[in-house]
């Protein structure tokens, strides 16, 4: 199937500065990308839907200021946790969508400590 | 609104017994449905998917599922569970599978555990 990498795979910052995560689709174009978040043995909880070269669009709760994401190009969005605090520590997965079918393909994930 | 219930967060089989694993659905249009698993700090791996057509799908891994209209159930099975096969399962709904990629609404998970 189709290659999707995030990186860095785990991050550790200090709280309020602010880290970027990267989404790459390696052999295919992504038209759509999707953002989770998922704690701790729990459930993914989709954070934003970005298509290239338009506005991601937020779920409901999520602050758009305090994550920002940016889907540039076809093969790549990043996500970047603006002052981060403590309760924004959490494993961070991105999705990517453009293939025929319909089919997502999952990154590696990204865990993010705030300290 | 759409929703995902799988009703069991934890469950132990022995290697080499039958798996199944339960999930029902809530969504108002034709759903498609999926299973993916995650094994601990990794993405997600699609195991298997239901757009329309033969209500028994066949996934990787031995995996299969049912789905069950009448009941809005996708219920995921395996034969016979291997020790490797312990992970965390995921059900999922989403709103589309053509075209657009789709938006994928979640289940809680259920997280597999296999003893020898």
């Known amino acids: 199937g189709a290659v999707v990498s995030q990186h860095p795979s785990r991050v550790i910052c200090k709280s309020g500065t602010s880290v970027k995560i990267e989404c790459r689709s390696l052999?295919?174009?992504?038209?759509?990308m999707f953002w989770y978040r998922q704690f701790p043995k729990q459930s993914l909880m989709l954070m934003a839907t970005?298509?290239?070269?338009?506005?991601?669009?937020?779920e409901q709760g999520v602050e758009k200021d305090k994550f920002l994401i940016n889907h540039a190009s076809l093969t790549l969005s990043t996500l970047t946790v603006t002052s981060a605090h403590p309760e924004d520590s959490s494993f961070y997965i991105c999705?990517?969508?453009?293939?025929?079918?319909?089919?997502?393909?999952f990154g590696e994930g990204s865990r993010l400590t705030v300290l | 609104a759409q929703s995902v219930t799988q009703p069991d967060i934890h469950i132990t089989v022995s290697e080499g017994a039958s798996l199944e694993l339960r999930c029902n659905y809530s969504y108002g249009a034709t759903p498609y449905l999926f299973w993916y698993v995650q094994s601990p700090g990794q993405g997600l791996q699609l195991l298997l998917k239901y757009f329309s057509g033969d209500t028994l799908v066949q996934g990787i891994k031995g995996f299969e599922a049912e789905f069950k209209r009448s009941q809005s159930s996708f219920n995921l099975r395996k034969p016979s569970v291997h020790w490797s096969d312990a992970a965390e399962y995921f059900c999922a709904v989403g709103q589309t599978h053509t075209g657009t990629a789709s938006k994928l609404t979640f289940g809680t998970g259920t997280r597999l555990q296999v003893t020898l």
């Open positions: 999705s990517a969508g453009g293939l025929a079918g319909g089919e997502l393909f």
């Open positions: 970005s298509n290239e070269g338009s506005k991601a669009t937020y």
């Open positions: 052999d295919f174009q992504a038209t759509t």
